[in-house]
């Protein structure tokens, strides 16, 4: 059995769990980063699309090595196929996309990490969680092997699934109400309008979510779908092949590689700091819940985490009141505007595909100067009565 003993251990190597490490490593804690699998980000659990401000926000530099094209607007698709249209042909963008590769993006974040100072353990899978006097043990199977891994901190980085946080006590997990199942194809021999846009698709053909097209190429595209099995008795699987079946731009495509998991679109959980733990990521809910996007959330939480872990490292202090700063400055900076993305994506899971349409029949007719969650629900709630009274007071 091996023994190692670190100021902070990091569990999962997502965006959300290097981005953690790395900054971490750069404050001057001792930082150890593990990841259960053999290949970091290997497999993709996402549609791949992130804000290129965002990543420039967070001092992370854009590389055509992990840039698989460039979104530059986005269609929003209704049940009777009316599309709205949001591109740089037609507004001003406040900021560009990408669509990336998260095999290469991924690891490109836990070079970061080692670069900056932390160490990085692949194919080690934790299986408990202990508390000690001073610290936290991580029992964990590296190699065939037993480690033992003591910190005086954890960062919970493993996912909507998360075992750490529960494990320390945390009532951190998801709701099944708020867990949407999620598979995409990546596909080739697609027919796309136009191969520079994001598409979503909207209504019944995705129960509780939707549908989505994400371009990579010339005629290659992650082929998504998120439902609530709240809201159907069909798989995630059966809806999507309905779906690439009926689409005149993925009827004479063909899969090239498959993934599924869950998205957590229940918010942030409230339960995500403890003594000697922080939990970020998915593990934690930071998922925007009407966009169903994560990942620039997850790199803004990984980075509080890993400057909040080394600051209590630096002054003895790994209680839960003193690593609360991180829920501060992840409400202040993230959650603010979750709670009324919730409500609107309550609002329009009440509505049905006859009422989807005539909101996209209004916006169509629209002159939209902007692109952000907030202006299309100030848009939702000018073109629609309905939507005045369940989400007026939100803005």
């Known amino acids: 059995m091996m023994d190692i003993e670190t ?43 992130v804000s290129k401000q965002g990543l420039i926000d967070l001092g992370i530099q854009p590389d055509p090595r992990w840039i698989a094209r460039k979104s530059n607007g986005v269609r929003l698709v209704s049940p009777d196929q009316t599309s709205v249209w949001l591109s740089e042909d037609t507004i001003d963008l406040p900021e560009s996309g990408y669509v990336l590769e998260r095999k290469v993006f991924d690891k490109h974040m836990a070079m970061d990490a080692a670069r900056a100072g932390a160490k990085i353990m692949i194919r080690t899978r934790a299986t408990a969680l202990e508390r000690t006097d001073d610290g936290i043990v991580i029992t964990a199977e590296h190699m065939g092997e037993e480690v033992k891994i003591t910190a005086k901190i954890v960062i919970a980085a493993d996912g909507p699934e998360s075992h750490i946080g529960r494990w320390a006590g945390l009532d951190c997990n998801t709701k099944f109400d708020n867990m949407e199942s999620c598979i995409q194809f990546e596909m080739a021999g697609l027919e796309m309008e136009n191969n520079n846009v994001i598409q979503l698709y ?5 129960p509780g979510g939707y549908t989505w097209i994400f371009p990579k190429g010339e005629d290659v595209a992650n082929v998504g779908i998120g439902v609530l099995k709240t809201h159907t008795d069909k798989t995630a699987y059966e809806h999507l092949m309905e779906f690439i079946k ?14 599924m998991g869950g998205d957590p679109v229940g918010g942030i959980v409230k339960d995500r700091v403890g003594d000697n733990i922080i939990v970020v990521g998915d593990a934690a809910g930071f998922v925007n819940p009407l966009t169903g996007g994560g990942i620039n959330s997850a790199l803004e939480s990984g980075a509080y985490a890993g400057i909040v872990a080394a600051d209590a490292i630096d002054s003895g202090d790994y209680s839960k009141k003193n690593l ?12 603010k505007g979750y709670e009324k993305y919730k409500k609107a994506k309550e609002y329009l899971l009440s509505l049905n595909d006859d009422e989807l349409d005539k909101i996209a029949h209004e916006f169509a007719k629209q002159d939209i100067d902007e692109i952000s969650p907030k202006s299309l629900i100030k848009l939702l709630i000018k073109v629609s009565p309905k939507a005045l009274l369940k989400l007026g007071k939100l803005f």
């Not at 909207?202 to 995705?206: D, E, L, N, P």
């Not at 609360?324 to 959650?335: A, C, S």
């Open 246 to 259: 009926t689409c005149p731009e993925t009827q004479h495509a063909q899969p090239v590689e498959m993934n």
């Open 202 to 206: 909207f209504g019944s053909v995705a």
């Open 7 to 49: 100021d902070i251990v990091v569990v999962g190597a997502g965006p959300a769990g290097s981005l953690a490490a790395r900054e971490a490593a750069i404050h001057g804690a001792d930082v150890l980063l593990i990841d259960k699998k053999a290949e970091i980000g290997s497999p993709k659990r996402c549609a791949e699309g």
């Open 324 to 335: 609360k700063e991180y829920v501060k400055l992840t409400d202040e900076n993230i959650g």
